[in-house]
């Protein structure tokens, strides 16, 4: 076979248009790319979800979007249905009770009880 030469023109002799021509292949290339490689790291992540619901079969990509979105709604309905947060009295609350318990056990290694202590203790228990 006898070799070929190819002319390529220098970037300034191309258009606007024939630049953009050239490129588009390439962006769509690297657009595929990063939509494939997003596909692979969600069936990476929910690859126990899926097996639950079809072991040992080849996922195709719209499986595998398919899937995700009804996992994901199934997880917002979850969500829903627990309380988003615990009231902040609820926290002031658990807060308290965990210092009287860390008072009381303090208090109670002194067999020593003074005036104070026992004030404290009272108070403590109203």
Do not use: W
């Not at 070799?3 to 953009?20: A, G, I």
């Not at 249905?81 to 902040?88: A, C, D, G, T, Y």
């Not at 202590?117 to 009272?122: G, V």
Request: charged share 30%.
């Amino acid at each position: 076979m006898a070799p070929s030469t190819v002319f390529m023109e220098p970037d300034n002799l191309l258009t606007p248009k024939e630049k953009n021509k050239l490129r588009k292949p390439v962006v769509e290339k690297m657009r595929r790319d990063r939509i494939n490689s997003s596909i692979e790291q969600l069936k990476l992540l929910l690859e126990k979800e899926f097996q639950r619901h079809q072991p040992n079969s080849k996922l195709e990509k719209a499986d595998v979007l398919e899937m995700t979105v009804s996992y994901l709604k199934q997880q917002s309905q979850l969500q829903m249905r627990r309380p988003f947060h615990k009231s902040s009295q609820f926290d002031f609350r658990e807060g308290y009770s965990r210092c009287l318990q860390e008072a009381f056990h303090f208090l109670s290694l002194h067999k020593v009880r003074t005036d104070t202590q026992t004030k404290l203790l009272s108070h403590f228990q109203k």
